[in-house]
């Protein structure tokens, strides 16, 4: 007994935390990444202002977070799955917030745009663990269903709340509250992470493909720089054709080393799968034409119309909620028409939206003008987005359902970053340096317009190339069924 007593007390194991605290910690995250991707939009105006932005300088305000925060998410899925899913999520967060601050704080042009992309390589880590930590912490079930859903609400209302948080914020306080917001919640989140949440990870020795991230995203960042170059300099300047050759040489280096790492970031081997191709074509087109419409929407509210931010972010509040409906809509019309059908009906809706749009004016009324415009353009985004998922994991087998999943964001996201640079110098060209509100009308409208032709050249494509259903239950067919994937 006295043996038994003088042992030194074994220390109890740790509890494990609440379940709705992991849940709370994982949407807060998801929220805080994606409220950074719209939340500068209505910022952007008084940002050109106070650190003299150009125009160009403007699209890269928006693309340099999109970039590194596409380019890098894959990697970021990967870590997780190898170091572990909390302590990425820790610093990827930690990232974040600290980028956060120094965009809050930057005194030059340069020293914002460097802080977005850091921002966006932060939100790279740490999004891909906020939904495996809610999965492995909520059991197989309607719970678990229950939690994603919350997950995917919380996502959805983080895009939905960007326009209205940065209009509060700019009016009431400065723009540099749309960065500095993140400092004081994430660093709350960050603590409680760090205390509550339980560590997972699932390696199966795979290894880290950093030079295929690398690659892909100076690629595109290049490319996307070289086509922005034209708009002031013309395609046959040396300034154009030197960073578009390296884009192009890039991409092209990205794709050799995919096709002989042994652990590639994005295995080339299923693009042969019809369903997983032509799903991230189409998600690429659609993401090149809609991705531009905050950015333009936007400074067409407080540059011709002369909305302050807060009424800016206001007026694109239907805009957002109509992305939520078309996405619950979606789900509901594929057992009836397939996915193929309510795909390309989305994207129909969507071009439709924006032809509408492009006969925008410097006094259009603000119902006609931007609400119903932007209702059309962003309920058809919603309707297409979700059929084009469902179709590229169709074909996959169930071990690269989540890295088929990965792939279409990356490719929506991509194709949103290299259509911003597209549009923005469509609308830069037709404006030609003229800041009035009849010449920044006609350069708005040139690239609404443009969008609107490439979506319905989406659309055609999706007809031809997306997998037909099957019979008249608007299955789709298993595309393993049509191709096999070797290798």
């Known amino acids: 007994m006295l043996e038994a007593a003088d042992a030194p007390a074994r220390p109890s194991p740790r509890p494990a935390p609440p379940t709705w ?12 990444v994606v409220l950074d991707v719209s939340v500068v939009n209505v910022a952007l105006p008084s940002m050109r202002a106070d650190l003299g932005l150009s125009a160009f300088g403007l699209q890269w305000v928006v693309n340099a977070y999109a970039l590194a925060f596409a380019g890098f998410m894959l990697l970021g899925g990967r870590a997780g799955d190898l170091y572990g899913r909390k302590r990425m999520f820790l610093a990827g967060l930690a990232l974040f917030t600290l980028a956060s601050l120094g965009g809050g704080l930057a005194q030059e042009d340069w020293q914002l745009l460097l802080a977005r992309a850091v921002q966006g390589l932060g939100a790279a880590v740490l999004a891909p663990s906020t939904l495996t930590i809610l999965t492995a912490a909520v059991p197989e079930g309607p719970a678990r269903a229950r939690a994603i859903a919350t997950w995917t609400a919380v996502g959805g209302g983080g895009g939905a709340a960007g326009g209205l948080v940065g209009g509060l914020l ?50 595109l960042a290049t490319l996307a720089y070289g086509i922005a170059q034209t708009g002031a300099e013309g395609w046959a300047a040396p300034a154009t054709l030197l960073p578009l050759a390296a884009g192009l040489a890039l991409i092209a280096l990205f794709l050799a080393v995919e096709a002989r790492t042994a652990a590639p970031l994005m295995p080339l081997r299923l693009l042969r799968l019809r369903s997983v191709a032509s799903a991230n074509t189409a998600m690429f087109l659609s993401g090149g034409a809609m991705f531009c419409m905050w950015f333009f929407m936007t400074l067409y509210a407080q540059n011709v119309l002369g909305y302050t931010p807060l009424e800016a972010g206001v007026a694109l509040v239907p805009s957002s909620l109509a992305v939520v409906l078309g996405s619950k809509l979606a789900p509901r019309f594929m057992p009836l028409a397939g996915p193929r059908a309510v795909a390309v009906a989305g994207s129909l809706i969507a071009a439709a939206g924006f032809g509408w749009q492009s006969t925008m004016s410097t006094d259009g009324a603000y119902v006609t003008q931007i609400m119903l415009p932007g209702i059309l353009m962003m309920l058809g985004a919603g309707l297409a987005a979700t059929p084009l998922a469902a179709l590229a994991t169709s074909g996959a087998a169930p071990r690269e359902a989540g890295l088929v999943s990965g792939l279409v964001n990356t490719s929506r996201t991509m194709g949103g970053s290299l259509g911003l640079a597209v549009m923005s110098t469509i609308a830069a060209t037709r404006t030609a340096g003229r800041g009035t509100p009849e010449a920044l009308t006609e350069g708005y409208s040139l690239a609404f317009r443009v ?15 997306l997998p037909r259903p099957a019979g008249t239950g608007g299955t789709v067919v298993p595309a393993g069924a049509e191709e096999k994937v070797t290798g």
Request: glycine residues 12%; charged residues 10%.
């Open 21 to 32: 605290l992991v849940v709370a910690l994982a949407c807060a995250g998801q929220f805080l």
């Open 170 to 219: 700019v009016d009431g306080l400065s723009w540099r509250w749309v960065l500095l917001i993140n400092v004081p919640v994430g660093a709350v989140v960050l603590l409680l992470a760090l205390a509550r949440l339980p560590e997972s990870r699932a390696g199966g020795g795979r290894r880290l493909d950093l030079p295929g991230a690398v690659l892909a995203t100076a690629g």
């Open 451 to 465: 969008s609107a032709a490439v979506l319905v050249g989406g659309a055609l494509l999706m007809l031809l190339w």
